[in-house]
């Protein structure tokens, strides 16, 4: 069993910037983020995995970052620029290549409003 706690959610104004974290309890190969806005089904934000290799969601790039730790129990997420639109509940996500287990923190908001 992996546990993931994530930290970093907050109340921003727009054009704002913010740096969620999650820590995993042990060393993992692929994490990333997804959020979950109101009324909306969850959608990825970006994964990547412990070799660098990185997915994102294509309407995020150039506002939003992904990174990872040396050790390989923590991702980051940078946010940059934030509207409205972005307020969510952000999740951590990870997986272990090879299997179907899949590991979810138990959620930060994230509000960006004036």
């Known amino acids: 069993q992996v546990q993931l706690v994530e930290s970093g959610g907050d109340l921003v104004q727009p054009g704002g910037s913010l740096k969620l974290s999650c820590v995993a309890s042990?060393?993992?190969?692929?994490m990333g983020w997804y959020r979950q806005a109101p009324g909306k089904q969850r959608e990825m934000i970006a994964l990547?995995?412990?070799?660098?290799?990185?997915d994102f969601a294509d309407s995020l790039k150039g506002r939003f970052s992904i990174s990872r730790d040396d050790a390989g129990n923590t991702v980051y997420l940078q946010m940059t620029n934030l509207k409205p639109e972005d307020t969510a509940v952000y999740y951590c996500?990870?997986?272990?290549?090879?299997?179907?287990?899949?590991?979810w923190g138990q959620g930060t908001q994230v509000t960006v409003s004036s």
């Open positions: 996500y990870a997986t272990i290549v090879g299997t179907s287990a899949e590991y």
């Open positions: 042990r060393t993992i190969g692929t």
């Open positions: 990547m995995t412990r070799s660098g290799n990185i």
